[in-house]
């Protein structure tokens, strides 16, 4: 009757991917125990990672009924909503993610996908600051962020987003050859060809 451990017992079987077992395991466990939120959120995991994702909305909605400050189910209702290119309703799974865990880079990297899907182009930048400012040496981030300043014509700033990834990848055929671009828009024709000769040696 120790819920703790049934809990833990569910874990253990969904990291050795018994996935089956550990949903029976969660029924028996909610039919002792309806009202315990994390079991949702686990069933509505295993539901995700088996292709229902009918299912698996249903459950994290039940979960978010039984506690609307939980961030692990609005981070994964947020997935599922990107998913299924729902992006407005993604924005706001992540807004409500954020409040709860606001220094989280992950949640501001995607809702600027799910605000750039929307043609939200200044709140997709605006993310992406805020994500850079937590964590100065994310790649993704300055990668995304060198893509949309780019699109953008910030092209200095496209340029220093595309030279950090540059310094930590060297060989990235695309970055390379989107610093080029910017480098030949800019004026600076020795980098442009500098860079473009390397993409022509790998390519």
């Known amino acids: 009757d120790n819920r703790d451990y049934w809990y833990n017992a569910v874990l253990c079987l969904a990291q050795l991917d018994s996935l089956r077992q550990a949903?029976?395991?969660?029924?028996?466990?909610?039919?002792?125990?309806?009202?315990?939120?994390?079991?949702?959120?686990?069933?509505?995991?295993?539901?995700?990672?088996?292709?229902?994702?009918?299912?698996?909305?249903?459950?994290?909605?039940?979960?978010l009924r039984l506690d609307p400050h939980e961030v692990d189910a609005w981070s994964a209702k947020a997935t599922l909503l990107m998913q299924r290119e729902d992006y407005h309703n993604a924005e706001h799974a992540y807004d409500k993610a954020i409040l709860q865990k606001p220094k989280d880079v992950g949640f501001y990297l995607n809702r600027a996908l799910a605000r750039y899907r929307q043609n939200n182009l200044r709140g997709a930048m605006e993310d992406y600051n805020i994500a850079l400012d937590i964590d100065p040496d994310n790649y993704i981030g300055h990668y995304n962020r060198g893509l949309l300043c780019m699109q953008v014509g910030?092209?200095?700033?496209?340029?220093?987003?595309?030279?950090?990834?540059?310094?930590?990848?060297?060989?990235?055929?695309?970055?390379?050859?989107?610093?080029?671009?910017?480098?030949?828009?800019?004026?600076?024709?020795?980098a442009a060809i500098r860079d473009y000769t390397t993409v022509l040696r790998q390519y």
């Open 154 to 190: 910030e092209n200095n700033a496209a340029i220093l987003d595309f030279d950090f990834v540059l310094g930590r990848k060297p060989h990235d055929r695309l970055a390379l050859f989107n610093r080029a671009t910017l480098s030949e828009a800019t004026g600076n024709y020795r």
């Open 23 to 63: 949903d029976h395991m969660l029924d028996t466990m909610l039919s002792k125990w309806p009202d315990y939120m994390r079991c949702y959120l686990l069933k509505a995991q295993i539901a995700i990672q088996q292709r229902d994702t009918v299912s698996a909305d249903t459950l994290l909605d039940h979960a």
